[in-house]
């Protein structure tokens, strides 16, 4: 006969005893393991007030990175969202217009930028495929919400604060690679917004 798992137990018929009848020491060591769990170290943790250490290139909540000069990276040029698997992304486009060179890096910018939480699976597709180095995940967690409507994250939510000492770290995501590239100077991909050029 083909025997498909291990796990086969034959059903015993025998008559209960006395102790068995009552449950009382089946009660008891049931207690007793309850018990001695008392004593051990808690599996648990109180989140979110205490938190597990998570690693660096953990694949968490997304960042919108600025630039040095504090301006922002993304093109909207929409690479992110057609390498999404899920489709979590969208984005509307706008030209920036002249002074606003210190907001936006590129000649090209994010007016809306928004991604579903929901249906993000943190995959980092959309992070291996931006070429302007603007969108990150990061180690950061997405907030629990009570309407499904807050879980779609706009820019609000995921440009980076603009003073420097708030700014996401996201050095340990790039490559050696990467980091050797962006210290090449005279390439485009360098070039950062020189405010007296701009205002001469
Ligand atoms: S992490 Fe993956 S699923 Fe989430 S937005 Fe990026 S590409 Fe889409
Ligand atoms: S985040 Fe990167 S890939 Fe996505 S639209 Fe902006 S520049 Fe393009």
């Known amino acids: 006969?083909?025997?498909?798992?291990?796990?086969?137990?034959?059903?015993?018929?025998?008559?209960q005893s006395f102790s068995e009848k009552i449950y009382l020491p089946a009660v008891l060591k049931g207690m007793s393991i309850t018990i001695s769990h008392l004593f051990r170290k808690k599996a648990t943790i109180q989140y979110p007030e205490e938190e597990r250490p998570r690693s660096p290139v953990y694949r968490g909540r997304h960042v919108?990175?600025?630039?040095?000069?504090?301006?922002?990276?993304?093109?909207?040029?929409?690479?992110?969202?057609l390498a999404c698997p899920a489709e979590a992304i969208t984005m509307v486009a706008a030209e920036r217009k002249p002074g606003e060179e210190h907001l936006y890096r590129e000649e090209k910018y994010a007016k809306v930028?928004?991604?579903?939480?929901?249906r993000c699976i943190f995959c980092g597709l959309c992070e291996d495929a931006c070429p302007k180095e603007a969108i990150f995940l990061t180690d950061r967690l997405v907030d629990a919400e009570f309407w499904r409507d807050d879980f779609i994250y706009g820019k609000d939510k995921l440009v980076e604060p603009i003073e420097k000492d708030k700014r996401i770290d996201i050095s340990k995501r790039q490559t050696a690679a990467v980091l050797e590239f962006k210290k090449i100077p005279g390439l485009r991909h360098n070039v950062l917004y020189d405010k007296k050029k701009i205002d001469k």
């Not at 919108?64 to 969202?81: F, I, S, V, W, Y």
């Not at 930028?113 to 929901?118: G, P």
């Open 113 to 118: 930028y928004e991604i579903n939480m929901l």
């Open 64 to 81: 919108l990175k600025r630039d040095e000069n504090g301006a922002e990276r993304c093109t909207a040029c929409g690479l992110c969202a």
């Open 1 to 15: 006969m083909l025997t498909l798992t291990n796990r086969k137990k034959i059903v015993s018929n025998k008559e």
